[in-house]
């Protein structure tokens, strides 16, 4: 009876610490993706700004608002490895507005620097750099859905799920990058830069209402069913 007792409290806490060992690993992620968009981020808006590419440079500054947004996975990491069945807390919905906001003013940017430059016919000194950081950020951020998807399954946690699901935004954003940097390095087609900003400023437009959705509400995404 007691070797019964002791193997079952032995298996129970072999679980608990892979459970605290899965939590780490999805903080772990949340941190890395974290650094990896301020890596990002000023790589792109200096590269974006010497070259002339308003939508690299856009680019960047999307991935300084995304370190906004992963301050908030970060805390919900935290709290749901205290309390798995807790809500959003004040922090989360704070850090959701104000990238919401942020996201808003990108958009407005984006899509009257676009415009402008359609009009006065700018073209960028080059958009290689814009295929090379599209092409790594689409498979950094490859990596991290499959890591973060692998972890919220293993923990069962709906939260870590979604923000590996929500996450695929940015890989369509990359991939715009990578089309109208791709055809203007091919091409020099003079239209094309401003015409993948104005892509990516849908994308970030529909960012800022998914924050301001999850901020008003529970729910891990957008994409979830009430």
């Not at 990491?77 to 942020?102: M, Y």
């Not at 073209?123 to 750099?129: D, G, I, M, N």
């Not at 993948?196 to 960012?207: I, P």
């Given at each position: 009876m007691q070797q019964q007792y002791d193997k079952k409290m032995e298996l129970t806490a072999t679980k608990q610490l892979d459970k605290q060992r899965l939590y780490?690993?999805?903080?772990?992620?949340?941190?890395?993706?974290?650094?990896?968009?301020?890596?990002?981020?000023?790589?792109?808006?200096?590269?974006?700004?010497?070259?002339?590419?308003?939508?690299?440079?856009?680019?960047?500054?999307?991935?300084f608002i995304e370190v906004i947004s992963g301050l908030g996975i970060a805390h919900m990491?935290?709290?749901?490895?205290?309390?798995?069945?807790?809500?959003?807390?004040?922090?989360?919905?704070?850090?959701?507005?104000?990238?919401?906001?942020?996201?808003?003013?990108?958009?407005?940017?984006?899509?009257?620097?676009?415009?402008?430059?359609?009009?006065?016919?700018?073209?960028?000194?080059?958009?290689?750099?814009?295929v090379v950081i599209s092409i790594i950020s689409i498979l950094i951020m490859w990596v991290l859905i499959i890591g973060k998807t692998k972890v919220g399954k293993q923990l069962n946690s709906d939260a870590i799920l979604a923000d590996a699901e929500c996450a695929r935004v940015c890989i369509y954003m990359s991939i715009v990058l990578l089309i109208s940097s791709g055809i203007y390095q091919l091409t020099n087609f003079?239209?094309?830069?401003?015409?993948?900003?104005?892509?990516?400023?849908?994308?970030?437009?529909?960012?800022?209402?998914?924050?301001?959705?999850?901020?008003?509400?529970?729910?891990h995404c957008s994409c979830e069913h009430d």
């Open positions: 780490k690993l999805a903080f772990g992620l949340a941190i890395f993706t974290i650094i990896y968009n301020i890596v990002e981020g000023l790589l792109a808006t200096y590269l974006g700004y010497e070259d002339e590419s308003l939508a690299l440079f856009g680019f960047g500054v999307d991935s990491v935290i709290r749901i490895q205290r309390q798995p069945e807790s809500n959003r807390d004040n922090f989360e919905r704070t850090a959701l507005r104000i990238t919401g906001i942020s996201f808003y003013a990108l958009v407005i940017g984006l899509v009257t620097t676009s415009i402008f430059n359609i009009w006065k016919g700018h073209k960028p000194e080059t958009t290689f750099w814009g003079a239209y094309i830069d401003s015409i993948g900003t104005l892509g990516l400023s849908y994308f970030a437009f529909k960012e800022g209402k998914e924050c301001f959705d999850k901020a008003k509400s529970n729910k």
